[in-house]
């Protein structure tokens, strides 16, 4: 089965500042990989995803992530952080082969100082 | 256009009512979710539906019952919920049940207090 392993409880930024925040996954196979934002009181966002291809994957609001299969790791970046980008992180993983189950690390709290 | 409609947003019930939360999709999707978080925790997944077919509970209890009506619908029907079961649903679609490569697209969620 897979895992997700956020190692970042809360992180705080100035803004302006760059970005970097941890995902490690546990998966056999060939994972397939996502960053999901949470603002205050709201539902999900999706970032960004990895399914294969190019390692080095584009989303919305400036951010990237970057695919290690060595380091079984897909840390999300931003390289100049906005007061809005303050929210909670999810990682997660998707399995292959039939699986509807996506399995969430348990968050990244993001703070961002003026 | 990749949205998921839930309604209402905030719902106060009390222990011995019966009420509802809605979930709605026109992406096309055929697999629909519902999920539930609790205050800074990551959500946890209840049940999903497969071309309207339950195809996944993960040990929900009976106060809990889904009902998908058809391909753009998901319910959850709620009843004799505990103060406990206070948290955030958070209704999900995807392109079909299958996992492979699909994206789970989430809505806003509904605020449910049991009071």
């Known amino acids: 089965a897979q895992s997700v392993t956020q190692p970042d409880i809360h992180i705080t930024v100035s803004e302006g500042a760059s970005l970097e925040l941890r995902c490690n996954y546990s998966?056999?196979?060939?994972?397939?990989l996502f960053w999901y934002v949470q603002s205050p009181g709201q539902g999900l966002q999706l970032l960004l995803k990895y399914f294969s291809g190019d390692t080095l994957v584009q989303g919305i609001k400036g951010f990237e992530a970057e695919f290690k299969r060595s380091q079984s790791s897909f840390n999300l970046r931003k390289p100049s952080v906005h007061w809005s980008d303050a929210a909670e992180y999810f990682c997660?993983?998707?399995?292959?082969?039939?699986?509807?189950?996506?399995?969430f690390g348990k968050g990244t709290k993001l703070t961002v100082n003026p | 256009d990749t949205e998921v409609t839930q309604t209402p947003k905030h719902l106060v019930m009390g222990m011995t009512n019966k009420k509802s939360l809605k979930c709605e999709q026109h992406?096309?999707?055929?697999?629909m979710y519902w999920y539930k978080q609790k205050a800074k925790k990551p959500p946890e997944l209840m049940f999903v539906?497969?071309?309207?077919?339950?195809?996944i509970n993960e040990s929900v209890p009976s106060r809990f019952s889904p009902e998908c009506p058809n391909s753009s619908l998901l319910n959850l029907h709620l009843h004799a919920l505990q103060p406990e079961d206070s948290a955030l649903y958070l209704c999900?679609?995807?392109?079909?049940?299958?996992?492979?490569?699909?994206?789970?697209?989430f809505g806003e969620g509904s605020w449910l207090t049991v009071v």
């Open positions: 992406m096309g999707h055929r697999a």
């Open positions: 999900a679609s995807s392109q079909d049940g299958t996992g492979v490569g699909n994206t789970i697209y």
């Open positions: 998966y056999g196979a060939t994972p397939y």
């Open positions: 997660a993983v998707g399995a292959a082969g039939g699986s509807e189950k996506l399995v």
């Open positions: 539906y497969s071309y309207e077919k339950l195809s």
